[in-house]
């Protein structure tokens, strides 16, 4: 083990294995504590990365350096970008992947890089002095002294699995929880509450009728996520399938729900709203007659069939019930049961945008301890923690994303000033600057900065490098190739603006042959939006200035009596460190905000 | 003063949040006279325990408190400058909150259009029912509809606030001296009564049946039979271009032809003066000052006109709403058309989500003008008293 590391992640699991990755990027030794050393990168749940704006982060960890990208490249099954009728701010790429060689690829990178040794114990402590985090402590009562902790421990902490009537205490299917941590979090001052997720039962795959099902094939022109990716190399397309429930399936799930944990008041967490489990949905909309299934290999040549749409904690009899009440499933066999899970999180207004706890410096918090929901979601806080462990523990700065940045900032941001009341997870409407955060440009917009922190490796900012020069080139020739159009003179630029252009008919196409195809993929979305990307800078312009006031954590809102009772509860509870912050927290109204920037002003 | 007495007053506290501002407020009603309140309020001061408010300070305190909004903030200094009746009654509802809750109204309809475009982005295409560009077109004519209803009312709304104009003209020594005269003594309710210093109009605000109206004699603008005075004119010009009614003073037939010559546009009455003495039957009535003959019939002739423009059937008469809110719901009028124009040349949906989002954010600054400290200065700076 590195003796010198001065940094200890807590969980191996996406946040865990993203943060070490970055910090090691950084030229730094890190220690990552893990309870199951073959569960490293697991995916818990479905078998894919990436869809609706979780795409987007994807392609922004990757810009920034990250392994999601490369890894779900090389493991996936079959790739397809969704929302593409709804215009290219949207579009999201997605792939469903091998989960095996998924978490073997990232493994294999993690167990030969020399700056990340692995420590295989469960944690139970975390050892502060004055100036902050000293160390932690294992179950076997072994210390360890590091001066920053980055606790990524996702479902795990007091993890308890219901299936129907029965619970008992599990981190995930198949493991141990990690019990202990969060009394030693308690300790320190930090509050908790419970969430609850679930999963979908997995199917034996001999036991479906196929043929009765829809096929559904991935794309035939590949977006992959990562631009160290090789554009040109052909992808695997093997097919998922669709299948429908009725209301067959309903009326089974509705004559037992009394039997679902979370129905019976077992289970008093809060559950996703936005990935509801199959019971929540037939009570919701209830006047739908029929909901889709996607019936997904968990790898190629999965005997396992993992049932997306069907997320459920109802008993393993009526999953059961249900499932063979559904056309190509009337024989299907269940490998494990659906399952809920509850879990310990600590509401992330303890933490700054550095994702470091307000309270005690050195220690961090990343992934869906914090709330959150998925794996993209989970790797991006893990990045970020990871980044700011190493500049806060070594050069005593930081790394922040703005919302206008990224949909990293749009998420972090999200997370210190809202309440968070249920698993968060990305949407794309989160995001005000929806039009700049387009998952095509993610290097352009990120890498540079990647690259100042040392977060990218020498190949990789050489492609960036190219790819900007070839998009540069690009814009270049577009806005000099001038044609007649309507009897107007037009830059093949400005042609791109109207609907239904594209270079592929330009008459700039001639000169832009040697570009590449992500090149001309990105060159062409900024010219259909930069006019709209121009009025909107124009409101960035104006936040910004909002954005850059400061607030001291000293400062005593009890003292500016104007403000609302509810905004002075809020500010005191979540303490903002700018005013853009404070501006965001939920009950603050623009009186609040005035009278805090009064005061704020007449102080300087 | 020495524990001497000063007054008997009533003191009423009333007690934050419940009172006007939010705050604690403590109010002392004492006897009349100029006297005794100056004492009172110097004996205050000199106790280093409070001072005078600042123009405005009380309806900023209620706003920035959360007791009113922007919109009824700036009706309670409307109210304030306001010289007559109709005005005070319109800008009274909006200090209810009338305008508020139609632009309330107005808001959660663009924030409904809006929530239905956001959903259909981060919805599995696959999986959902997509509302189409033409019904979100339709939905957003419906909104622009309810804001054109309100819009309809500014010119209403610029009448109520600045009143109508009515410009005197005619050849010197017609009458209109005497007739301005004698229309502001006939009125008892004079405004003002305001001699120009940089131009040869004398002006005088009445207030007609509620409204407030506008006189304004001009400088004679003829000297010789067919010379026309260039500078005069202009001025007379000028003023007939900015009126609402012109009246026409003449004595007869062929002064008429001035009315062509000055290039009178507005209404315009015609006047036949000294009818003891002159003749026509080209004129629409006929006064003579000296007798009073005639007078009666002008001023509800006047009043006739004046609400044949007030109530023009092709504008709303049924809000007030000043420029501040006329700029804003011009601008979502022209941004809605816009985006209706270019949903039918296709339009991808990202595009939309943002431009009507932008939308809402543009109606926001009626209501909420966040990080706007100036517009919010702007409006307290225009009060000139510490209300």
Redesign the interface.
């Known amino acids: 083990m590195t003796k010198d590391a001065k940094i200890l992640i807590i969980g191996g699991g996406h946040a865990g294995v993203e943060a070490a990755l970055a910090i090691s990027r950084m030229g730094y030794p890190v220690v990552l504590a893990t309870m199951q050393e073959d569960s490293i990168a697991r995916m818990s749940c479905n078998p894919a990365i990436g869809g609706?704006?979780k795409g987007h982060l994807v392609r922004e960890i990757d810009a920034l350096g990250g392994i999601m990208g490369i890894a779900a490249d090389s493991t996936a099954i079959q790739f397809k970008t969704?929302?593409?009728?709804?215009?290219?701010?949207?579009w999201s790429p997605r792939a469903q992947v091998d989960k095996i060689k998924y978490s073997s690829f990232i493994n294999n990178i993690i167990k030969k890089d020399k700056n990340i040794s692995i420590l295989s114990a469960n944690i139970v402590d975390i050892l502060v002095d004055k100036s902050g985090v000293s160390g932690v402590v294992t179950c076997s009562g072994k210390k360890i002294y590091v001066s920053s902790v980055i606790i990524t421990a996702g479902t795990f902490l007091d993890g308890k699995i219901h299936v129907g009537e029965t619970s008992y205490a599990a981190g995930r299917f198949g493991e141990k929880p990690s019990n202990g941590l969060t009394d030693s979090l308690l300790g320190l001052g930090f509050k908790t509450a419970r969430l609850k997720t679930g999963t979908p039962p997995r199917l034996l795959a001999s036991s479906i009728d196929w043929n009765k099902l829809i096929t559904a094939p991935g794309d035939k022109e590949v977006n992959y996520f990562s631009i160290k990716t090789d554009d040109t190399k052909s992808a695997p397309n093997t097919p998922c399938f669709i299948a429908h429930t009725n209301q067959y399936t309903h009326r089974v799930l509705e004559d037992n729900l009394e039997r679902s944990p979370m129905y019976s008041g077992k289970i008093n967490a809060t559950g996703p709203r936005y990935c509801p489990s199959v019971e929540d949905k037939v009570v919701r909309f209830a006047g739908r007659d029929s909901?889709?299934l996607f019936l997904e290999p968990e790898w190629e040549n999965s005997k396992q069939i993992y049932i997306n749409g069907f997320s459920t904690s109802l008993p393993e009899d009526v999953q059961l019930k249900a499932l063979r009440t559904i056309d190509g499933l009337k024989g299907c066999e269940l490998i494990r049961p659906g399952y809920a899970i509850e879990y310990d999180y600590f509401p992330t207004h303890q933490l700054k945008s550095t994702l470091e706890s307000k309270s005690i410096s050195g220690l961090f918090f990343a992934g869906q301890m914090n709330g959150t929901s998925g794996y993209e979601e989970a790797a991006a806080q893990g990045l970020m923690a990871g980044i700011n462990a190493v500049l806060s523990t070594y050069y005593n700065s930081t790394f922040t994303l703005k919302r206008h940045e990224a949909y990293i900032g749009v998420l972090i941001d999200d997370l210190i000033t809202k309440d968070i009341n249920e698993p968060y997870r990305m949407?794309?409407?989160r995001a005000?600057h929806?039009?700049q955060l387009r998952q095509d440009n993610a290097d352009l917009r990120l890498s540079d900065k990647a690259i100042k922190h040392n977060l990218l490796g020498d190949k990789h900012i050489k492609t960036y490098h190219r790819l900007h020069k070839d998009y540069l080139r690009a814009k270049k020739h577009l806005l000099e190739t001038q044609s007649l159009v309507d009897g107007k003179s037009v830059s093949a630029w400005n042609l791109l603006k109207r609907?239904?252009q594209h270079i592929d008919g330009s008459p700039a196409k001639a000169k832009l042959k040697n570009i590449s195809k992500r090149s001309l993929f990105l060159v062409e979305s900024e010219a259909k939006?930069e006019g709209?990307i121009n009025?909107?800078e124009k409101?960035i312009k104006?936040?910004k200035?909002?954005e850059g006031v400061l607030i001291k954590p000293s400062c005593d809102y009890r003292r500016l009596t104007?403000l609302?009772s509810e905004a002075m509860e809020k500010l005191i509870k979540i303490k903002p460190e700018t005013l853009g912050q404070a501006?965001r927290i939920d009950g603050v109204?623009?009186?609040d905000?005035?009278?805090l920037?009064f005061h704020l002003y007449n102080k300087k | 003063m020495n524990g001497a007495l000063m007054d008997r007053c009533l003191v009423s506290f009333f007690k934050g949040p419940h009172s006007f501002t939010g705050e604690d407020v403590v109010e002392i009603n004492c006897h009349g006279g100029n006297v005794i309140s100056k004492k009172i309020i110097r004996n205050i001061i000199d106790s280093k325990q409070a001072r005078h408010a600042l123009p405005g300070e009380f309806t900023f305190r209620a706003y920035y408190n959360g007791k009113i909004d922007i919109l009824q903030a700036e009706s309670i200094n409307e109210l304030i400058k306001s010289e007559t009746n109709m005005f005070t009654n319109k800008t009274m509802e909006n200090i209810d909150g009338r305008i508020s809750v139609e632009i309330g109204t107005i808001k959660q309809s663009l924030i409904n259009l809006s929530s239905l475009v956001e959903y259909d982005l981060d919805i599995d295409e696959s999986d959902a029912d997509v509302t189409s560009n033409n019904e979100i077109a339709s939905i957003l004519n419906k909104t622009l509809l309810q804001i054109r209803k309100i819009s309809s009312c500014s010119l209403y709304s610029n009448i109520l606030k600045n009143g109508l104009r009515v410009v005197l003209i005619g050849k010197p020594n017609v009458g209109k001296s005497t007739m301005f005269n004698y229309l502001l003594g006939f009125n008892r309710s004079i405004v003002s009564s305001v001699a120009g210093t940089t131009r040869d109009t004398v002006e005088a605000t009445l207030d007609i049946d509620g409204h407030k109206i506008i006189f304004i004699d001009t400088a004679g603008c003829w000297t010789s039979k067919d010379t026309i005075e260039k500078i005069g004119i202009e001025k007379t010009k000028k003023e007939i271009n900015s009126a609402d009614i012109a009246l026409f003073l003449g004595e007869d037939d062929s002064d008429l032809q001035l009315i062509e010559k000055l290039n009178v546009r507005c209404k315009c009455i015609k006047v036949l003066s000294k009818s003891d003495t002159n003749t026509s039957d080209l004129y629409d009535l006929k006064i003579s000052s000296l007798d009073g003959v005639g007078f009666e019939s002008l001023l509800t002739l006047l009043s006739t006109e004046i609400k044949t423009i007030v109530y023009n059937k092709d504008v709303g008469s049924e809000y007030y709403i000043n420029e501040r809110q006329q700029v804003v719901l011009k601008e979502i009028i022209y941004k809605g058309e816009e985006i209706i124009k270019i949903i039918a040349s296709g339009l991808e949906k990202d595009v939309l989500a943002t431009l009507i989002k932008d939308l809402v954010d543009t109606l926001n600054e009626i209501v909420d003008p966040i990080n706007k400290e100036d517009i919010i200065n702007n409006i307290f700076s225009n009060f000139c008293v510490g209300k």
């Open positions: 609706l704006a969704l929302n593409k009728s709804k215009g290219r701010a949207v909901h889709q949407f794309t409407s005000e929806r039009l609907s239904g939006y709209y009025i909107q409101k104006k936040t200035e909002i104007n609302s501006m109204r623009q009186s905000v005035s009278i920037s």
